[in-house]
């Protein structure tokens, strides 16, 4: 008898699993999150997933992307994916309606490591569509709420149109979540921060830098800017964890598509540890 473990796929990683879309919320502009329920019940009994993982999405005849799972990793038998439309998977994928069906592979990839994070601080850093791997931790982090210090959300988007999950932010707040948004360009309605999010960072006071987690998501010219000021706070290099994006293929190291240096974004990643890859984000071309 096989033994399935938490965040690993229940069956042969290359079978992509039937899913149905049960639901889709429109975000913003070009971004809309997908609600799949499995077609096959046992398939959803198996399904767990750790906050930071992605699925591989398989659209027949049209091709596969990787795709962060954004929903509560305590939540079963629905499982959210929110995706921008980028190229011909997410755009056909925009053209589907509630009832298509799709292949599904995974879950891939390490996650954010929320157990690190015990009795500290957490900052969680991001920018644009990068909320979308950490709302599963957001909703760790809130289903665990009385084992973490503060927890505050610093998120930025280009315009006040550019936020997503905005819904949600009362709710994230008054349970213990410390959410600062800033936009680029405000509009005249705006009252928030104007400026990049790691100016956030920069100002908001860090108490305890030894015993503070920094979890970040976005371009990675931003999460660079972020780790340089969380290290100028204090914060150690072991504490700052990033999220990175590369085009994949196979989702299990074997094709070498997101190789970036001796890291494979699939299995060594997406989350890793910053200082193990420091180097590379700031080598040009990368
Ligand atoms: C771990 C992980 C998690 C992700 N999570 C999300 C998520 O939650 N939501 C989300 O929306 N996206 C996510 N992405 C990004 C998503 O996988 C990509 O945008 C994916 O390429 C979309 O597939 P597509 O077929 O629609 O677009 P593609 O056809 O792959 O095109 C995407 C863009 O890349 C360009 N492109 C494609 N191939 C090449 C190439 N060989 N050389 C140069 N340019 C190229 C295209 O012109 C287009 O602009 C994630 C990626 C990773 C690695």
């Known amino acids: 008898m096989s033994t399935v473990t938490a965040g690993t796929p229940a069956t042969d990683p290359w079978l992509a699993q039937t899913v149905r879309i049960a639901g889709i919320t429109d975000e913003i502009e070009g971004v809309a999150t997908y609600h799949l329920d499995f077609a096959d019940a046992s398939a959803a009994g198996s399904f767990s997933f750790r906050p930071g993982q992605f699925n591989m999405l398989y659209l027949p005849g049209v091709g596969e992307a990787a795709i962060?799972?954004?929903?509560?990793?305590?939540?079963?038998?629905?499982?959210?994916?929110?995706?921008?439309?980028?190229?011909?998977?997410?755009?056909?994928?925009?053209?589907?309606?509630?009832g298509a069906t799709f292949g599904l592979r995974g879950p891939f990839g390490s996650s954010w490591p929320i157990d690190e994070c015990l009795e500290g601080d957490v900052i969680l850093v991001?920018?644009?569509?990068?909320?979308?791997?950490?709302?599963?931790?957001?909703?760790?982090?809130l289903n665990r709420r009385t084992e973490f210090g503060n927890v505050t959300l610093?998120?930025?988007?280009?315009?006040?149109?550019?936020?997503?999950?905005?819904?949600?932010?009362?709710?994230?707040?008054?349970?213990?979540?410390?959410?600062?948004?800033?936009?680029?360009?405000?509009?005249p309605a705006w009252?928030?921060?104007?400026?990049?999010?790691?100016?956030?960072?920069?100002?908001?006071?860090?108490?305890?830098?030894?015993?503070?987690?920094?979890?970040?998501?976005?371009?990675?010219?931003?999460?660079?800017?972020?780790?340089r000021s969380a290290l100028g706070r204090g914060i150690p290099k072991e504490r700052i964890w990033?999220?990175?994006?590369?085009?994949?293929?196979?989702?299990?190291?074997?094709?070498?598509?997101?190789?970036?240096?001796?890291?494979?974004?699939?299995?060594?990643g997406p989350v890793v540890r910053y200082d193990r890859v420091s180097q590379y984000l700031r080598v040009e071309g990368f």
């Open 68 to 98: 962060s799972i954004s929903s509560d990793p305590l939540l079963h038998g629905t499982l959210d994916h929110t995706v921008r439309i980028a190229g011909q998977v997410t755009t056909e994928l925009a053209r589907a309606g509630v």
């Open 126 to 141: 991001t920018g644009g569509i990068g909320l979308a791997p950490l709302r599963p931790a957001i909703y760790e982090l």
């Open 154 to 187: 610093l998120y930025g988007a280009r315009h006040p149109f550019g936020l997503l999950y905005s819904a949600e932010y009362d709710d994230w707040q008054a349970n213990g979540v410390d959410v600062n948004t800033t936009v680029d360009r405000a509009s």
């Open 191 to 227: 009252q928030g921060n104007v400026g990049v999010v790691t100016q956030l960072l920069d100002r908001m006071p860090v108490a305890d830098p030894e015993r503070t987690s920094v979890l970040c998501c976005g371009p990675e010219v931003m999460m660079w800017y972020t780790a």
């Open 242 to 268: 990033i999220s990175l994006e590369r085009n994949m293929n196979c989702a299990i190291g074997l094709c070498g598509h997101c190789q970036f240096g001796p890291t494979f974004v699939c299995k060594d």
